[in-house]
């Protein structure tokens, strides 16, 4: 089963920032949190990962709360490219992902 | 940059028939995941390969199998086709390096099989 916690789905106007949170209260020592997105029957996309420290790069922030119990996958500047179903998962290293039902998130133009 | 191949890219079967599908990672990666995503659903682990051996197995059938080959290419075979076996398969690359913290799974564009 899923380690973590995402709501079914969410709105964000085109060019305004998207914030999508993911609760993984169980999450421990060793575990990641990756995010990934999967765009309409393509396969899942990689976003960003990170283990207690915030992490960006070109594609998007990764905001992980002190505690490691939850975190925010931050898409600044939102494009109607970006519709998608987001994924948050828990990962130790060498496992395989275990997807749950993820955050469905439309740009709105 | 090369990704992961997977062919073909759509296949149609009939029940009880078989259908082998191929994955080929992105050049020197060592490790390869498959994923069954069915209708609606969200995609689960099938089995996963580590230098040509079987590192971790997840909800796979019995009358599915699968290898990784020498190059590293990897082929799940199915057989006994049923109705419930259409869905998405994807394949999943990555390297396995021994204190890499950069083990994301790079994803193939997937094999959209059809069990008529």
């Known amino acids: 089963d899923a380690k973590t916690t995402q709501p079914p789905s969410m709105d964000c106007a085109e060019g305004r920032a998207a914030n999508l949170p993911c609760n993984h209260s169980?999450?421990?020592?060793?575990?990641?949190v990756y995010w990934y997105r999967q765009i309409h029957s393509q396969g899942p996309q990689y976003i960003i990962h990170?283990?207690?420290n915030n992490e960006t790069n070109e594609m998007a922030s990764l905001i992980i709360t002190e505690d490691r119990k939850s975190s925010t996958l931050i898409l600044p500047h939102a494009t109607l490219r970006d519709t998608a179903v987001y994924y948050c998962i828990v990962r130790n290293y060498g496992q395989n992902f275990v997807f749950g039902p993820g955050t469905r998130l439309s740009v709105l133009p | 940059a090369a990704g992961v191949i997977q062919s073909p890219r759509h296949l149609i079967k009939e029940k009880r028939e078989t259908a082998t599908l191929k994955c080929y990672p992105i050049p020197r990666h060592d490790t390869v995941y498959w994923y069954q995503q069915g209708p609606g659903q969200d995609p689960q682990f099938l089995i996963s390969f580590y230098e040509k051996m079987q590192s971790d197995k997840g909800s796979i059938p019995d009358r599915f199998s699968a290898q990784q080959f020498s190059d590293y290419h990897s082929e799940l075979n199915m057989s006994s086709l049923e109705l419930g076996d259409s869905a998405l398969y994807f394949c999943a690359s990555t390297v396995a390096a021994i204190g890499s913290t950069y083990n994301e799974q790079f994803f193939g564009p997937g094999t959209r099989l059809t069990v008529l």
């Open positions: 169980t999450i421990s020592g060793n575990e990641y």
């Open positions: 990170g283990l207690k």
